[in-house]
């Protein structure tokens, strides 16, 4: 996917998300764009504006996250003059920017409550005022959304105004993510990676091989489609061999043998260890041989020498040169210890 709209992907999830968007890009309506991180809510929101009446009009984003709780309203409907510490001069809101346009509304569930106060008259009645005045004046902007929160839940709740997500939700576009998007991580990576290529100036692409290959479709991909692009292209430049199918895949950029470890503070160190993330599986560790119970000394051995190279694979999340390094193995080494014990997939 890049910043001109392009849509990679080939699974049905996917091709229906796109084409529910595409039904409502010419309809005059609020949409609001729902998806975890990294599933392209933004790129959608440019759709419904490019294939709108108003695609020759601005399109205005803004990232409610980003901005302060103080600082929201005047960023989106603008202030005049005097009308808080530091305006020392007017300034025009985003919704005079949009005007004529489409305004794309990111992380909508963290507006304050006044901001969605005066979100749902503008949206209701196309009016605004710029904060420090009492004139009104209309506007003509189409509000496109976005978030990855629970809206109807939040509403439930009363942290969000219900009747400002009726007046949003004419239309809900709910975005896949990758993990269930059924082959679309073999044409996305194939994608990702000849561009990366081509940046690089590879004479040709070789594609990935069969470890690389494997280890992206068994990867989870939290980040999704966001996370699977820095994935390979970092894989790509990585590559010393243009010649040879890319097979060497490092999802985790942090993770070194060499990486600094935080001093527990005394609380900490008299305390019991946090648990591991839910979103992230803990390694498996390979369990304590029961001595008294061995009948066999070289089949135990064999079991447990399996269970190290298990734990230690998934503790590299199944990149094997590191798994090699975090074993004080070469690479040659692990690979035939894994094909010993047919775990090479």
């Known amino acids: 996917m890049d910043r001109a709209g392009q849509f990679v992907g080939e699974s049905g999830a996917f091709l229906d998300a796109v084409e529910k968007a595409s039904r409502a890009a010419p309809l005059d309506r609020p949409v609001l764009v729902v998806g975890e991180r990294g ?24 990232n409610c996250a980003a901005m302060p709780e103080t600082l929201i309203e005047a960023e989106l409907f603008g202030h005049e003059a005097g009308a808080f510490t530091g305006a020392t001069k007017a300034r025009v809101g985003r919704f ?12 909508l569930g963290t507006l304050s409550t006044g901001a969605q106060e005066r979100l749902l008259r503008a949206v209701e009645y196309g009016e605004i005022t710029r904060i420090g005045s009492s004139r009104p ?34 239309e809900v576009v709910t975005l896949p993510p990758l993990r269930v998007r059924e082959g679309d991580v073999p044409v996305l990576a194939d994608y990702f990676g000849r561009r990366m ?44 061999d243009h010649n040879m199918p890319v097979d060497h895949i490092v999802f985790d950029p942090f993770a070194s043998p060499w990486k600094p470890r935080e001093m527990p503070t005394k609380t900490e160190a008299n305390s019991d260890p946090a648990p591991a993330p839910k979103d992230v599986p803990a ?13 066999d000394m070289k089949e135990a051995v064999e079991a447990y020498e399996k269970q190290i190279l ?21 690479y040659d080494q692990l690979r035939h210890s894994l094909k010993r014990h047919d775990l090479l997939g």
């Not at 298990?310 to 070469?330: D, H, W």
Request: glycine fraction near 4%; charge should be negative; charged fraction near 25%.
């Open 137 to 170: 004046q209309r506007v003509d902007v189409r509000i496109v959304a976005a978030t990855n929160a629970d809206l109807p839940q939040m509403a439930a709740e009363n942290r969000f105004r219900a009747d400002l997500l009726d007046r949003l939700s004419f």
């Open 197 to 240: 290529a081509a940046e690089l100036e590879w004479p040709s692409w070789p594609g990935f091989g069969r470890l690389a290959t494997e280890a992206l479709n068994r990867y989870e991909w939290p980040g999704n489609v966001r996370e699977l692009r820095n994935v390979i292209e970092r894989a790509v430049y990585q590559w010393n």
């Open 310 to 330: 298990e734990a230690a694979l998934a503790k590299s999340r199944y990149n094997q040169r590191q798994t090699a390094k975090a074993l004080n193995l070469t």
């Open 39 to 62: 599933t392209g809510k933004e790129l959608i929101a440019e759709r419904l504006h490019r294939l709108s009446l108003r695609w020759d009009g601005p399109f205005i984003t803004l």
């Open 96 to 107: 005079e920017e949009a005007d004529g346009g489409t305004l794309f509304l990111d992380e």
């Open 283 to 295: 390694a498996p560790t390979p369990s304590e041989p029961v001595y008294n119970d061995i009948a």
